[in-house]
């Protein structure tokens, strides 16, 4: 699958990252990829199906170069967040903690399912 042709190109880039990276983050760099290629060639082809084969060279990369798996330590970066805690729930408690950390300059994230928090 395509899939596996990304992940494989992961994996001759930089064999480190490929044996040690969580799966979910693997899964969501392909997912994003292929969303941005199929969005590319949609525009291309003024979203008409009988276009589509004319379009297929200009969004298929070619094989000089460097691998796409290069661009994948960069996507983690960009699509991933660092923070010092992580808060689940924005009550009173949660709120509060969120509060109190940050005037220890403690970087948080406040994760809240629904739609207010306290």
Same mark, same amino acid.
């Given at each position: 699958?395509? /899939?596996?042709? &990304?992940?494989?190109?992961? =994996?001759?880039? @930089?064999?480190? #990252?490929?044996?040690?990276? !969580? +799966? %979910? &983050?693997?899964?969501?760099?392909? $997912?994003?990829?292929?969303? !941005?290629?199929?969005?590319?060639? *949609?525009? #291309?082809? @003024? &979203?008409?199906?009988?276009?589509?084969?004319?379009?297929?060279?200009?969004?298929? +990369?070619? $094989?000089?170069?460097?691998?796409?798996?290069?661009?994948?330590? @960069?996507?983690?970066? =960009?699509? %991933?967040?660092?923070?010092? %805690?992580?808060?689940?729930? /924005?009550?009173?408690? /949660?709120?509060? %903690?969120?509060?109190?950390?940050?005037?220890?300059?403690?970087?948080?994230? &406040?994760? =809240?399912? /629904?739609? *207010?928090?306290?």
């Amino acid at each position: 699958s395509a /899939g596996a042709i &990304l992940a494989d190109s992961v =994996e001759w880039w @930089d064999i480190d #990252l490929y044996q040690t990276v !969580e +799966p %979910t &983050l693997m899964y969501g760099w392909i $997912r994003s990829l292929s969303k !941005e290629k199929a969005h590319r060639m *949609s525009d #291309l082809a @003024d &979203l008409k199906a009988h276009n589509m084969a004319g379009v297929l060279s200009d969004v298929t +990369p070619g $094989r000089d170069g460097d691998p796409v798996g290069k661009t994948f330590p @960069d996507w983690i970066k =960009e699509n %991933t967040k660092k923070t010092d %805690t992580l808060i689940i729930g /924005g009550g009173m408690a /949660g709120t509060s %903690t969120a509060f109190g950390l940050s005037q220890k300059n403690l970087n948080s994230i &406040l994760v =809240e399912r /629904g739609s *207010s928090v306290a």
